[in-house]
């Protein structure tokens, strides 16, 4: 009885939520980060909870709950000292190519290993067994990568799918990149057993995250530039195909599956085209690429573009690039 109270209170409040979505905003709340850590760009969780988060400065932090809150977990630099004394809580651009930004984050629940895309290193993995990133690849065909930006594993076999954004970006000419239209992003496979990375699509918009499908049989690469994100075949008649899953009026960034197999990508929509200043929305759509809900982010973000939105036992996260941004933003209903 009582249980079935709740399941008609909870259609009643999703219905009210569908028609009145400013009340969304009653559920939301933020989590601060440490001193100094800005931008929590990505996010992760393992078995026993997180959100593990990269944040601009190179650390990952681990969140541990309300009483201890967030703790260094990795930094991804070469060296220990210098990261520690050279990039914790910096916000200095050309720092970057020291200290690393952790950009993607993935968790391969099996192995207990997080993956992570560094904006400047490249595909890194960290275990159990140390503080500091392993390199698993800088670059492909010898030419190093120049801006990954995400990482998504197959949940089945290990295989890792990750992304880089644009060979000609840089932190300082973002808005150049855009408008100009770049399009050198490309999607590229690590296989764990062998080793190799393999391009699987280049010329992309401005890649920006990848997601992988609960069956393993496509991969979702979103483009920021193109505003639209394809859909590329992994297995069945259509394999080593590409098509189009859905368009955006906006900036799709990071892609996420939830545990229902929908996804939810941040979408950043242009009001303004001189100035590209945007409205962030969190916008859900199921695995036939229809949209299934949208909700305007502007109440707690203002016009402050949003990255990823990732679903963590009917919680949302929010993530943002941006170095005034100071705290994880969860949701409790979307
Ligand atoms: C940022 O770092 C660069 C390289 O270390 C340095 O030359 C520059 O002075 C720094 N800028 C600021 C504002 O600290
Ligand atoms: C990498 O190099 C191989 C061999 O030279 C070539 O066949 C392949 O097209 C190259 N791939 C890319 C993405 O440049
Ligand atoms: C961005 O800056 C880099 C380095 O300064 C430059 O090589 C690249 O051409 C710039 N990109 C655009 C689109 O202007
Ligand atoms: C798909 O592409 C990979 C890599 O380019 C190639 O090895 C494989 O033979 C292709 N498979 C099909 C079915 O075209
Ligand atoms: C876009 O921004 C420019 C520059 O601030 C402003 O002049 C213009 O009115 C804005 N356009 C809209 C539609 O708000
Ligand atoms: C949004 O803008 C208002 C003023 O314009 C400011 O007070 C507030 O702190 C901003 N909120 C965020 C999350 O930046
Ligand atoms: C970040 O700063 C910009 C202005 O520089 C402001 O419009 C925006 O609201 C700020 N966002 C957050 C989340 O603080």
Same mark, same amino acid.
Request: aromatic residues 20%; neutral net charge.
């Given at each position: 009885m009582a249980t079935l109270f709740s399941l008609v209170l909870t259609k009643v409040a999703i219905l009210l939520l569908c028609i009145a979505p400013i009340s969304l905003s009653l559920t939301f709340k933020k989590i601060p980060l440490p001193t100094?850590?800005?931008?929590?760009?990505s996010f992760a969780f393992d078995l026993f909870g997180g959100p593990y988060v990269g944040v601009q400065d190179s650390r990952i932090l681990k969140y541990e709950g309300p009483t201890t809150g967030f703790i260094n977990v990795?930094?991804?630099?070469?060296l220990i000292d210098q990261v520690e004394a050279v990039c914790d809580g910096q916000t200095n651009d050309s720092l970057g190519p020291t200290c690393g930004w952790p950009f993607g984050l993935d968790f391969n629940i099996l192995t207990q290993q997080l993956y992570v895309a560094d904006a400047y290193f490249g595909l890194l993995v960290v275990g159990s067994n140390g503080r500091l990133g392993t390199i698993l690849a800088s670059g492909v065909n010898g030419t190093r990568f120049r801006f990954l930006n995400s990482v998504g594993l197959d949940p089945l076999i290990g295989v890792v799918y990750f992304t880089?954004?644009?060979?000609?970006?840089q932190l300082s000419n973002i808005t150049q990149v855009i408008l100009n239209g770049d399009a050198t992003g490309s999607l590229l496979k690590y296989d764990p057993k062998t080793r190799q990375v393999t391009v &699987? &699509?280049?010329? &992309?918009?401005?890649?920006a995250r990848v997601a992988v499908s609960a069956n393993g049989a496509f991969v979702l690469v979103s483009e920021q530039i193109g505003q639209r994100i394809q859909r590329f075949w992994i297995k069945g008649p259509k394999r080593n195909t590409t098509e189009t899953f859905i368009t955006f009026q906006g900036r799709p960034n990071k892609i996420t599956r939830t545990g229902l197999g929908d996804f939810l990508v941040a979408v950043n929509v242009i009001t303004n085209q001189s100035t590209q200043n945007v409205l962030p929305t969190v916008v859900r759509i199921n695995a036939f690429g229809t949209v299934v809900k949208r909700v305007a982010l502007d109440r707690q973000y203002n016009d402050t573009g949003v990255t990823e939105v990732i679903d963590h036992l009917g919680e949302y996260y929010i993530g943002s690039q941006y170095v005034n941004v100071t705290f994880v933003g969860v949701y409790g209903i979307l």
């Open positions: 100094g850590a800005t931008g929590p760009a990795f930094f991804v630099g070469n880089e954004f644009s060979v000609v970006y &699987l &699509l280049t010329r &992309l918009f401005g890649a």
